[in-house]
């Protein structure tokens, strides 16, 4: 989190207002990492409770708190219209305003696909989404909070996570498609989620690669989904030195 808030701060000349929801941390518990971000940056811990989540499957992976993405709107301040929700394993390479700003016109969600045709289909089909449904990675998730309080129905999701949990594969992800498929705007995921894997599969399949000068001048939002990640001594990519320029040593 630490290395996604300087590189964020490093790169966006702005004020940052940073939520966190957590069942576990205190404002107390991030204090010693304060020293680290500038006085542009205020961070918040919305405090939950998770009882309502009860049935909700998951993982060491997929812990519950992958959950409180889809349900922010009830927790966070009702000021806010929307959010940028980033995951911690992310390092943003550009200013990302713009994709704060983006017109969601009547879509509850803003995100990026991470997957082919193929597969996006077959999740279609076991998640009884909307035909045509994207299948989005939620690691970067641009959230329509104003629509969201007026039009999400929470015993709808729980009912929705009770019926088909045994199906689920990526949770969150499962259900966003499955409930609001047809309801999400699409970004480009070599600007605003790119990974290594990403990275491998499209110069698999295009004549102009993308390489290391590409990501530097093209990509705003870095994510290590998965579990190659550039602290790890296994790392395989070109990725690297991107996190290593806002990593505390």
Same mark, same amino acid.
């Given at each position: 989190?630490? /290395?996604?808030?300087?590189?964020?701060?490093? *790169?966006?000349?702005?004020? =940052?207002?940073?939520?966190?929801?957590?069942?576990? =941390?205190? /404002?107390?518990?991030?204090?010693?990492? &304060?020293?680290?971000? /500038?006085?542009?940056?205020?961070?918040?811990?919305?405090?939950?409770?998770?009882?309502?989540?009860?049935? &909700?499957?998951? !993982?060491?992976?997929?812990?519950?708190?992958?959950?409180?993405?889809?349900?922010?709107? #009830?927790? =966070?301040?009702?000021?806010?219209?929307?959010?940028?929700?980033?995951?911690?394993?992310?390092?943003?390479?550009?200013?990302?305003?713009?994709?704060?700003?983006?017109?969601?016109? $009547?879509?509850?969600?803003?995100?990026?696909?991470?997957?082919?045709?193929? @597969?996006?289909?077959? *999740?279609?089909?076991? $998640? /009884?989404?909307?035909?045509?449904?994207?299948?989005? *990675?939620?690691?970067? =998730?641009?959230?329509?909070? +104003? @629509?969201?309080?007026?039009?999400?129905?929470?015993?709808?999701?729980?009912?929705?996570?009770?019926?088909?949990? @045994?199906?689920?594969?990526?949770?969150?992800?499962?259900?966003? !498609?499955?409930?609001?498929?047809?309801?999400?705007?699409?970004?480009?995921?070599?600007?605003? *989620?790119? !990974?290594?894997?990403?990275?491998?599969?499209?110069? @698999?399949?295009?004549?102009?690669?993308?390489?290391?000068?590409?990501? +530097?001048?093209?990509?705003?939002?870095?994510?290590?989904?998965?579990?190659? #990640?550039?602290?790890?001594?296994?790392?395989?990519?070109?990725?690297? !030195?991107?996190?290593?320029?806002? #990593?505390?040593?």
């Amino acid at each position: 989190m630490t /290395s996604l808030i300087r590189s964020i701060e490093a *790169n966006n000349d702005c004020d =940052l207002n940073i939520y966190i929801i957590s069942n576990d =941390l205190t /404002s107390k518990s991030i204090e010693p990492f &304060a020293k680290y971000f /500038s006085k542009r940056t205020s961070i918040a811990i919305i405090p939950i409770k998770d009882d309502f989540l009860k049935l &909700a499957p998951t !993982s060491k992976r997929y812990p519950k708190a992958i959950y409180y993405r889809i349900f922010a709107s #009830k927790f =966070l301040p009702d000021s806010l219209d929307r959010i940028l929700y980033l995951d911690p394993d992310i390092i943003v390479n550009g200013d990302i305003t713009s994709l704060y700003n983006i017109d969601l016109g $009547n879509n509850l969600f803003a995100g990026a696909t991470t997957i082919k045709k193929f @597969l996006t289909k077959f *999740n279609e089909i076991k $998640n /009884s989404a909307p035909k045509g449904a994207p299948y989005l *990675n939620t690691g970067v =998730l641009l959230m329509n909070l +104003k @629509l969201l309080r007026i039009e999400q129905n929470i015993d709808e999701v729980i009912e929705y996570i009770e019926r088909k949990h @045994l199906v689920f594969t990526l949770p969150d992800q499962d259900i966003i !498609s499955g409930l609001y498929g047809d309801r999400i705007l699409l970004i480009d995921s070599k600007i605003y *989620n790119l !990974s290594d894997r990403g990275i491998r599969f499209y110069n @698999l399949y295009n004549k102009e690669n993308i390489d290391y000068d590409w990501v +530097k001048e093209n990509t705003k939002i870095i994510h290590f989904y998965g579990r190659n #990640k550039p602290w790890n001594d296994n790392y395989h990519g070109i990725l690297k !030195s991107f996190y290593d320029k806002y #990593k505390i040593d």
